[in-house]
């Protein structure tokens, strides 16, 4: 581009980041669609499949031996023995629930449906994306750990098209595709749910705790496959889509379920392969948004995620796949200590993790999902979320926001995060590009003034929602997904920020600092990943970047801080704001609750208190007492409640099968207290009025 | 085998062959006071017999004592260049004959000496009778490249039970060590003399107690010295038409007191039992007197049985002298068997089933591939794996019609023993058994030929070392259920081991089954790497077969099933028998042994138990 470039040069270029201008090859990445664009995809999906590498001791079974043979383990039939034995049931009908059970699980994997499926999806994907971006040198990796080791994936969920591209990948690239653990409500969507069966998922219920036949069969399955590695087992240790697209709080007994193969030597080591997919646009965006604010989601259904927001024809730009470093659990054990001799004086069969052998897994799982995090990639559009976020009015000048973006961009960097900035092309035009991208999120005006759409009204049965306030916190929702998306690189900062930009004088002690630090971190530890154990050193991690950018100065030998209050103080603590206020807003809530004689409040589910939150939250909003709109987000106030319960300031009452929760005012108010030093709070009496008028609308009942 | 140069098998198969093979001259005892004289010093067995491989580049095995004595094995030299990537061209010699200059000034006690002498016990401080110490590879190392900072001080040769008492009334009175000394065939270090050790050590070498004191044939007992060995043992008692049944693999210079101090077994344990098994009576001079028993019964309720507290003692507590063992009258008929499987795995299931239906032939044992694959390497003639190993049985039937892949069967040798209707019957169900797993009988030579390497086998060590490769077994007892995981995770786990540490050629590791019992079995690992470009092979060797024992307990196997604990398995003890286990081990040495006379360091000595 010339340098004398008009104030809208950008604008007179259709399309500066084209497909044309995206390289088959960049960096480490490569592109898997590009030679799908210009072969056939008849031939590709005919191709023979002896290059498949295989594990060393596999043996070769069908989808139906498998079930069989899992049937015929002592694993399930020992369990089996122990439900007639305590006259739970008869022989035949455990038998039958069993084979039931199994039969609903099962996958039925198929070289048939695999090509159908690779014909298909390949079709869809040159639809859907410019480039899917894939790193090589994982996939040479994987082709040769496979060989060696179980291998379990793990990636990052954030959209159904997860497990669609992590099959296809493994089917471009001659892997075997993995044995896919997903949730039951997939099984019913109506094609493909059948399709991935065919393709080797197998369905897992949502909730099944103390089923004991269940979780033996779930447990042996999985384990089967281990064992013989047939394949291998792809799970999703978020337990779910990301709706927030930041790292869910991960899941544990799935994992510990899959490792005990290991802890019983079964097998002498499984690797866990970390698997990272960042997609430029998420396809079910709106969908998520909408969810977050509590409005219901439509059934699982595949015409419901192809028809949603009529997909195929919408430019979803591209993905990058990241295979990361796999992770041996021996070494992992080694490194912690573990010793397997525990296992020998029973049977291997019998259910027995120990809690070291918990614990383990529990730190196991963290340390995954903060490896997916290293190798997530950022597009320029979370940087562009995060700081329209902050815009004020929802409304900046695209000369501001380039200054703005490119400033954060450098701070990523620094930060060590991959932020997929086209070389050689201009700020304005690749902010232009992704507003175009985006284009039911912002728009960009005559005279370069970016603004925040508002959601169009939606439809949910045959009720119409429009209420603007509503509509306005879908963007800011959607918004604010893309802006998670980067928040690992800085959440720490951002807490440090926050602990530096409330403090009333220009130097703090270094162990208070700390200790505020490690307050907010337990405060925030549902919303983002933090390492139990490590928070003395991500502190200290966060601070000296601090230092190293300027923003801070160690005064003295005793740790005095010295600052002065600059950009990356401001910036990074208004990141953190929403959060803030939202959990602020919602112990208002709580302290508002009515009590009763002994001072306490009635004990009421989780999800009726953040229902209940965000209704608080939503008259804030209307009367404009509160700006932000991310108090309506379920996800964040439910998060905040059971950081609440962690923290031990509610009472809990456990009911038949529910929890209900009651505050505890006084530890409450302290945290609200606390939360109104470190961020700015509407006063008191503002929101005395609300609080202390009963809540008469809720907000299905608008709909 | 028909290259063998004494076919000694005969068409009903109940020959003397078996007896053959063990090559026992007449003189009184196959083995001299003055071992040196017969036995390498610095390698297994006998001098006349090792493998090399000469001009030819042909393998070769020198003397006249084994069946394999004088073949070429032309199949050996590829074998060990395949899986242990010799180079015939990188050789390790062995260093001459050490003198007294090249070992350890001996610590002297004059006073002890002296009343040695007195007592007309024989001894000397010659540095040959110093150096002559265990089988562990650490040992034989230092004997082939290095220099010992430690070695008995003197040699003592008792010749019955008094002359012990002496002994060790005088080491108590000088405050003298006293390590006994059986064959010298140990292979977890427990001859080693501990370094630090500043007193005078005394090497008590039984071998002079080799006497059968009396055969008792209406008890069908034997009272013997603890020094005699195995194969003396058995020859004597043969002649009166007896046999002890006790055969563990190094019989041919392993001393009955060695047996019971190690909890020793041997290999037709499924008839005559294990060591622990054929015992009745035996005395243990201690530093508190004499332990033994006030009668020779099949059995007795006397609270803990004190036997079971000293063997597998390994030295530590005292001196066992005259043994009372049970002896049989010898079988009228022997014969040998072997079975091919499609791969380990059946082979394992047959063998279990064979436990569970206890009908166990005298031995059975189970071949991985590699180990039938090499006792291939070792066949006289260079033929193809499958025409060499299925002499009488067609080559066609077995890859074609059962599709047998080579590279994946496994072979059960089977030794049958009693009168012949017996022996039939044995063979026929044991037969029929493997025949539901898929074995078909590989026939009687490779039976036979089987457990004559067993006896070679050991001597292979000598030549690997002459190639830069250290070779060591190890074993281990493992519940059936857990057996073919553990099996594959040690050698999965070596072989990681191994790579880890950079060593440039993947380790050799193979293993077999070498006893069945009711509730599991007893797995022999082989595990042999080429040290090429490492430091100090010894000590990476030790570090890769603990990795290898760490994964074995891991398994459910465990510390060991025969050879004991000596000193290279004393980490894995307290983990096994627990903190309290290992405080009772002691306090029981304390008690015996107040001065520590027996201070060999092995088992739970130096343990530094938690209580
Ligand atoms: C090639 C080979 C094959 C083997 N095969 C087998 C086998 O099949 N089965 C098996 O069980 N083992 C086997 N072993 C191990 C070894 O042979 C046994 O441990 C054997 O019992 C040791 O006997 P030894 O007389 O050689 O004792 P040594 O090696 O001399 O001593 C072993 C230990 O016993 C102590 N000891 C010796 N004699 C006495 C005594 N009279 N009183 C008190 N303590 C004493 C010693 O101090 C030492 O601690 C094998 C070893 C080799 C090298």
């Known amino acids: ?703 | 085998m028909e290259s063998d140069k004494k076919p000694t098998l005969t068409s009903n198969n109940c020959a003397k062959a078996y007896e053959d093979s063990l090559q026992v001259p007449e003189s009184a005892s196959a083995i001299p006071k003055r071992r040196q004289d017969l036995l390498k010093w610095n390698g297994w067995g006998y001098k006349d017999s090792h493998f090399f491989v000469n001009k030819n580049e042909q393998g070769e095995f020198t003397g006249e004592r084994y069946n394999i004595s004088g073949t070429i094995m032309p199949g050996m030299k590829d074998f060990m260049m395949r899986k242990v990537s010799i180079d015939l061209n990188k050789k390790a010699p062995a260093q001459p004959e050490l003198t007294a200059r090249d070992i350890p000034v001996p610590i002297t006690n004059n006073e002890f000496t002296s009343e040695i002498k007195k007592a007309g016990i024989s001894f000397s401080d010659d540095a040959q009778d110093r150096l002559f110490r265990g089988h562990t590879l650490h040992e034989i190392f230092i004997l082939r490249e290095g220099r010992f900072e430690r070695l008995p001080d003197l040699v003592v040769w008792p010749e019955k039970h008094e002359d012990v008492v002496k002994i060790v009334e005088l080491a108590m009175q000088h405050n003298v060590v006293v390590i006994p000394f059986g064959g010298g065939t140990s292979v977890t270090g427990s001859l080693l003399c501990p370094v630090k050790e500043t007193r005078m050590i005394v090497s008590l070498d039984t071998s002079q107690m080799k006497k059968i004191l009396w055969v008792d044939e209406k008890n069908l007992t034997a009272c013997i010295q603890s020094g005699i060995i195995g194969q003396d043992l058995e020859r004597k008692l043969m002649e009166k038409g007896y046999c002890t049944g006790h055969e563990p693999d190094s019989m041919e210079f392993s001393s009955l007191g060695g047996w019971v101090a190690t909890r020793a077994s041997g290999m037709k344990k499924n008839v005559y039992g294990n060591i622990e098994d054929l015992i009745v009576h035996f005395k243990t001079v201690t530093g508190r007197g004499v332990i033994e028993k006030s009668c020779v019964v099949p059995r007795m309720s006397s609270g803990p049985d004190l036997h079971h507290f000293i063997m597998g003692s390994e030295g530590t507590l005292g001196i066992i002298t005259d043994v009372v063992m049970k002896i049989r009258p010898l079988p009228e008929c022997r014969k040998y068997g072997s079975i091919v499987f499609p791969d380990f795995e059946s082979g394992v299931k047959c063998m279990r089933e064979v436990a569970k239906q206890r009908c166990a032939p005298a031995s059975i044992r189970l071949l991985d591939n590699d180990q039938f694959q090499f006792g291939h390497a070792l066949k006289a003639e260079n033929k193809s794996i499958i025409s060499g190993f299925m002499e009488g049985i067609k080559k066609l039937y077995i890859t074609k019609i059962k599709r047998f892949d080579l590279e994946k069967i496994s072979v059960a040798t089977l030794l049958f023993e009693g009168n012949k209707s017996e022996v039939a019957a044995q063979e026929k169900r044991v037969y029929e058994i493997a025949a539901q797993f898929g074995g078909i009988p590989g026939g009687e030579e490779n039976g036979q030929r089987g457990y004559m390497l067993t006896f070679v086998i050991a001597y292979l060590r000598d030549i690997a070392l002459d190639y830069k490769v250290v070779a060591e077994s190890f074993e281990t007892s493992v519940p059936w259920d857990r057996l073919l995981d553990m099996c594959r995770n040690v050698k999965d786990r070596i072989t990681r081991e191994c790579k880890e540490r950079g060593l440039q050629h993947a380790p050799y590791v193979t293993c077999r089954v070498t006893q069945t019992y009711d509730a599991g079995a007893c797995v022999y690992f082989y595990f042999a790497f080429n040290y090429i470009g490492t430091a100090n092979p010894v000590h990476m060797y030790e570090n890769i077969e603990n990795c290898a024992r760490a994964e074995i307990l891991a398994n459910g196997g465990s510390i060991s099933h025969h050879h004991g604990v000596g000193k290279i398995r004393q980490k894995f003890l307290e983990p096994t028998i627990s903190a309290p286990g290992v405080g009772t081990l002691q306090a029981v040495k304390e008690f015996l042994d107040p001065k520590n006379i027996f201070a060999n360091g092995n088992l739970m000595i130096d343990v530094k138990s938690k209580i």
């Open chain 1, 1 to 703: 581009m010339s340098d004398n470039q008009s104030r809208n040069v950008w604008i007179k270029i259709d399309n500066p980041l084209g497909p044309n201008t995206l390289a088959k090859y960049k960096d480490i990445y490569e592109d898997v669609l590009d030679d799908r664009r210009l072969s056939s995809d008849l031939k590709f999906c005919l191709r023979n499949q002896e290059n498949v590498p295989k594990f060393k001791y596999n043996t070769e079974r069908s989808s139906s031996d498998i079930k069989e043979q899992v049937l015929k383990s002592d694993r399930v039939r020992y369990v089996i023995e122990h439900l007639i034995s305590d006259k739970k049931s008869d022989k035949a009908s455990v038998e039958k629930e069993a084979e039931e059970i199994l039969a609903e699980m099962a996958h039925n994997f198929n070289m048939g449906s695999i090509r159908f499926f690779a014909f298909f999806m390949v079709k869809v994907f040159k639809a859907l994306f410019r480039r899917v971006y894939v790193n090589a040198d994982g996939i040479q990796m994987l082709r040769e750990l496979i060989k060696e080791y179980p291998v379990l994936f793990i990636p990052t969920h954030r959209s159904y098209f997860d497990f669609l591209l992590i099959s296809y990948i493994c089917y471009e690239y001659e892997i075997p595709l993995p044995a896919i653990a997903a949730a039951m409500d997939f099984s019913n969507m109506k094609f493909f749910g059948w399709l991935l069966r065919q393709c080797g998922a197998f369905y897992i219920r949502r909730s099944f705790g103390t089923d004991k036949l269940y979780w033996a069969i779930f447990t042996e399955y999985v384990q089967s496959h281990i064992r013989n590695g047939d394949r291998p087992v792809e799970f999703f240790i978020e337990g779910t889509r990301s709706r927030t697209a930041k790292s869910y709080v991960p899941k544990v007994g799935m994992l510990s379920a899959t490792l005990e193969s290991y802890f019983k030597a079964e097998v002498s080591d499984i690797m866990l392969v970390p698997i990272s997919i960042s997609y430029e646009k998420i396809l079910e965006e709106s969908l998520y948004a909408f969810e977050l604010l509590g409005i219901p989601k439509p059934k699982e259904s595949t015409s419901g995620l192809f028809k949603a927001r009529n997909v195929l024809n919408t430019d979803h730009g591209t993905v990058h796949f990241h295979i990361g470093t796999p992770i041996s659990l021996r070494q992992w054990s080694v490194d912690g200590n573990l010793d397997r001799i525990v296992h020998s004086l029973e049977p291997r069969y019998i259910n027995s993790l120990t809690d070291d052998e918990n614990e383990l897994s529990k730190k196991l799982a963290y340390h995954l999902v903060l490896e997916q995090q290293k190798m997530l990639v950022l597009s320029p559009w979370t940087l562009i979320a995060t700081v329209l976020i902050q815009a004020k009015g929802g409304m900046v000048h695209i000369k501001e926001l380039s200054k703005e973006v490119d400033w954060l961009k450098r701070q990523l960097f620094n930060l060590g995060a991959y932020v997929d900035w086209p070389a050689n092309v201009q700020v304005e035009n690749v902010i232009e590009h992704y507003a175009n991208l985006h284009s039911n999120i912002v728009r960009v005006r005559e005279d370069g003034i970016f603004e925040i759409l508002s959601q169009n009204s939606v439809k949910r049965g045959k009720k119409l929602l429009q209420d603007e306030v509503f509509l306005n916190g879908a963007t800011n929702v959607m918004l604010s997904s893309y802006r998670n998306q980067l928040m690992h690189v800085i959440v720490r900062v951002c807490l440090v920020s926050v602990v530096v930009n409330s403090c009333q004088s220009t130097s703090l002690k270094i162990v208070d600092m700390l200790e505020q630090y490690a307050f907010l971190e337990r405060l925030l530890s549902r919303e983002f990943i933090f390492i139990s154990g490590k928070t003395k050193e991500d502190f200290n991690n966060a601070v000296i970047w601090l230092q190293h950018v300027g923003a801070l100065h160690i005064e003295d030998e005793e740790g005095n801080i010295k600052f002065s209050l600059n950009k990356h103080i401001a910036f990074f603590s208004a990141v953190l704001e929403p959060f803030l206020i939202s959990y602020w807003v919602l112990c208002q809530h709580l302290l508002s609750l009515p009590v009763d004689v002994h001072g306490r409040a009635l004990a009421k589910k989780h999800k009726e208190i953040a229902i209940d939150a965000q209704q608080l939250g939503l008259k804030l909003l209307q009367d404009s007492v509160i700006k932000n709109h991310e108090i309506l987000n379920l996800d964040m106030l439910s998060n905040g409640l059971h950081s609440l319960i962690d923290m031990g300031t509610m009472y809990k009452d456990k009911r038949v099968e529910e929890n209900y929760v009651s505050p505890n005012h006084r530890l409450v108010s302290g945290i609200a207290k606390k939360l109104a030093t470190l961020v700015e709070t509407p006063s008191w009496t503002q929101i005395g009025n609300y609080t202390n008028k009963p809540i008469t609308q809720s907000l299905s009942s608008k709909l």
